[in-house]
């Protein structure tokens, strides 16, 4: 038979008593925390797949992000375009009622309104930059304020100082698409319109009432009037359809966000009945080695030799 020394029970005991405190402590903190551990080695096996869906999680917010700034921005794009179609409209509009009043009374006034409302519209900035711009976000796209501006000009295309590369966006890892438009393709259509107006005036200044060639000549300005104001509306509508392709987009990045959060929780989130089965087994264990030690070191052979020479 093996001779069972005092220190070597001390020892078992004591390691026990330290087993169960990791034991105890491990189980507090995971009741606190409700995750099963603060570091990759808590996961063992399942490691590798938590970085994994934590690396994906990471990408989808920061798609998400990017996609609710893009949403903002094409708002504010909406709203540009829509004034360019609204200053074609009126232009139309004014045409219109010369020709059926046989009166152009205030219809200058009327197109250098359209022309000042289209481009403070494609001069519109976001986020301190111009977004009908292209690559050339620092440059102002459309230099003309006044309809003498546009015949002094030695061409429409000389008015538009925007950079060739409209705006594209990525949406997400596998889509990228363009987002934005460019100032001449938004304006140009209208402007040469309001040149060819003013151009006509300039030199032959309209009467009133209209003689007919005047008048016939209204009529050829408000058939390139009513195609600025199709080219305009088609403009608002493909921004439209951007929209809700982001739109999409976004609420596609949202759910692939929960589904991802629900994998990491799976992966991360303790039981916390287990975790409350475990914290009782543990304080038990550990009261129970404390019993053990207190047994022994009141029973150990210093003590009985002490006893005895007493």
Request: hydrophobic fraction near 35%; charged fraction near 5%; avoid cysteine.
């Amino acid at each position: 038979m093996d001779a069972v020394s005092t220190a070597s029970m001390f020892q078992s005991v004591l390691y026990n008593i330290q087993n169960e405190q990791q034991q105890l402590n491990t189980a507090s903190t995971q009741a606190g925390s409700e995750v099963i551990g603060n570091n990759l080695q808590a996961y063992g096996s399942q490691a590798e797949q938590l970085v994994a869906t934590n690396s994906l999680q990471t990408q989808v917010t920061g798609y998400i992000t990017n996609n609710n700034l893009l949403t903002e921005k094409l708002n504010v794009q909406s709203q540009a375009l829509q004034q360019v179609s609204d200053a074609a409209q009126s232009a139309v509009t004014g045409i219109s009622d010369a020709i059926a009043n046989n009166d152009p009374t205030g219809l200058s006034t009327t197109l250098q309104a359209a022309l000042s409302s289209a481009a403070s519209a494609l001069n519109t900035t976001y986020n301190g930059q111009y977004i009908f711009g292209g690559d050339a976000t620092n440059t102002q796209p459309f230099s003309a304020s006044s309809l003498s501006d546009l015949t002094a000009a030695p061409t429409v295309a000389s008015l538009f100082a925007n950079g060739s590369t409209a705006p594209a966006s990525r949406l997400n890892s596998n889509t990228v698409t363009t987002t934005g438009f460019l100032a001449n393709a938004v304006g140009s259509p209208l402007v040469t319109a309001l040149q060819q107006f003013q151009s006509y005036v300039s030199s032959t200044p309209l009467s009133t009432p209209l003689t007919s060639a005047q008048s016939t000549q209204l009529q050829s300005l408000e058939t390139q009037f009513n195609d600025a104001l199709t080219s305009a509306n088609a403009v608002v509508a493909q921004n439209g359809v951007i929209q809700n392709q982001v739109s999409t987009n976004l609420t596609d990045l949202t759910d692939q966000q929960t589904a991802l959060q629900g994998v990491a929780s799976n992966i991360t989130s303790v039981n916390l009945g287990q975790v409350d089965t475990n914290l009782t087994l543990a304080q038990n264990a550990l009261q129970a080695s404390a019993d053990v030690f207190q047994t022994l070191q009141s029973s150990s052979l210093l003590n009985l030799l002490s006893s005895t020479s007493s």
